[in-house]
């Protein structure tokens, strides 16, 4: 089974912008949907961005015009851009793969902390 492994991340001034990387292990953009979750302390993890095998996208009200999701077919990885960050936006973000035709196939990256804070 393919692995994901996540970089970027840490602390950031409100406005700021940070950028998180997923890199797989194989060539699985084809066959998985690829995605970026958070979760924030006591809170439940959420769905932020997703990105299809098509290219097509879709984000959390909350993130639309400040986050963008991408892929690197060569590099096997996929990106979240995060501008404008806010304070609420501090969570553990988590890279995801989700299989396109068995959705039960899961796979998750091992987490990546952002922080927003003055």
């Known amino acids: 089974q393919a692995q994901l492994v996540e970089s970027g991340g840490g602390l950031v001034q409100p406005g700021g912008s940070a950028r998180l990387s997923c890199a797989a292990s194989g060539s699985i953009f084809s066959t998985y949907t690829m995605g970026w979750y958070r979760q924030a302390p006591g809170k439940q993890r959420e769905l932020v961005a997703r990105i299809y095998s098509g290219g097509s996208t879709n984000y959390a009200d909350s993130v639309k015009g400040r986050f963008t999701i991408s892929t690197d077919n060569a590099k096997n990885t996929v990106s979240l851009q995060m501008n404008n960050l806010k304070p609420e936006d501090t969570a553990v973000y988590y890279c995801?793969?989700?299989?396109?035709?068995?959705?039960?196939?899961?796979?998750w990256g091992q987490g990546a902390q952002v922080t927003v804070s003055s």
């Open positions: 995801n793969a989700q299989h396109i035709r068995l959705t039960y196939i899961q796979i």
